[in-house]
């Protein structure tokens, strides 16, 4: 199964830029069957569904959107599959891609845009919403507004993506309110990587990122293991021991030049450590090389 890495794929051949421009629309249809693909998608998504059937499988489930429904899907991964319309007609969509930059702005721009009663929200990366008369209506703008096939000015693209917006602020706040809550767990989230991955070659502790990253040590341990896919010391052991190899592995070093430059304060911590990622100590490392 081929990994989609999106939008990136699909504005290959456009004047857009995937990793500089932060909002996008285009419209999409395909007439291949039904097939199941693996997706990574860099930005935030609005698919509004103009023909045929499309599923989505996410961690938590899985959600399917027809015509008379589209789908709001958060930055991550998933799976995808897409059917044509009856009668061997097209699958077809309107694809509204943003970031975390358009989507920040945009809470700044209306810090009250959503009431402060509502206080419940699902925590899912899928949100599929129902079409209404003002929906429709606005799917058709869009339409309307690539219909010439030149890409549509930027500051008309924000615009469409603000009205979408705030409206669905009015109608469906909890779920606004999730997608909210996720950008502030993406910005955490940065902060994490910003404090482990810069200090993999310093003697810090597990409660030492904890303090600089402001959170409790539990927190920082779950929230690590749902970065990372596995425990603090796991990552850092193996990471500084990939460091120490590419070391050693020039020639020039040698374990007792090297060990404080991983993060150890002794040399026999450091063997003790590199023999058990690589099974080996770190002088019978280079002498297999």
């Given at each position: 199964m081929r990994t989609h890495q999106i939008p990136q794929e699909l504005l290959a051949n456009t004047a857009a830029n995937p990793t500089s421009d932060h909002i996008y629309i285009c419209s999409y249809q395909s007439a291949v069957g039904s097939v199941k693909s693996r997706i990574v998608l860099s930005h935030h998504l609005f698919n509004f569904l103009l023909a045929g059937e499309k599923s989505v499988y996410y961690a938590g489930g899985r959600a399917i959107i027809d015509p008379s429904r589209f789908v709001l899907l958060s930055s991550g991964n998933c799976l995808m599959s897409e059917k044509t319309a009856a009668q061997d007609g097209p699958y077809k969509s309107i694809l509204l891609f943003f970031d975390n930059?358009?989507?920040?702005?945009?809470?700044?721009?209306?810090?009250?845009?959503?009431?402060?009663?509502?206080?419940?929200?699902?925590?899912?990366?899928?949100?599929?919403?129902?079409?209404?008369?003002?929906?429709?209506?606005?799917?058709?703008?869009?339409?309307?507004?690539?219909?010439?096939?030149?890409?549509?000015a930027r500051e008309m693209q924000l615009l469409k993506f603000e009205e979408v917006m705030l409206y669905l602020c009015s109608k469906y706040p909890s779920q606004v309110l999730a997608l909210r809550?996720?950008?502030?767990?993406?910005?955490?989230?940065?902060?994490?990587?910003?404090?482990?991955?810069?200090?993999?070659?310093?003697?810090?502790?597990?409660?030492?990122?904890?303090?600089?990253?402001?959170?409790?040590?539990?927190?920082?341990?779950?929230?690590?293991?749902?970065?990372?896919?596995?425990?603090?010391?796991?990552?850092?052991?193996?990471?500084?021991?990939?460091?120490?190899?590419a070391l050693l592995q020039s020639g020039a070093t040698k374990a007792s030049d090297i060990y404080y430059r991983v993060g150890y304060e002794n040399l026999s911590s450091f063997i003790q450590s590199f023999k058990q990622v690589y099974g080996v100590t770190p002088k019978k490392y280079q002498e297999q090389i």
């Open positions: 930059q358009t989507l920040s702005d945009f809470f700044l721009k209306h810090p009250g845009i959503i009431k402060a009663s509502c206080n419940e929200w699902q925590e899912t990366p899928v949100f599929v919403f129902e079409k209404d008369g003002f929906l429709v209506n606005f799917i058709h703008s869009l339409s309307l507004l690539l219909s010439s096939g030149r890409e549509p809550t996720s950008l502030l767990v993406a910005d955490e989230d940065a902060e994490i990587r910003k404090a482990v991955e810069s200090n993999i070659e310093n003697n810090i502790t597990v409660e030492e990122l904890a303090f600089l990253c402001n959170i409790s040590v539990s927190t920082f341990k779950r929230r690590f293991g749902r970065i990372y896919g596995t425990s603090p010391n796991k990552w850092m052991l193996q990471k500084r021991m990939e460091r120490a190899a």
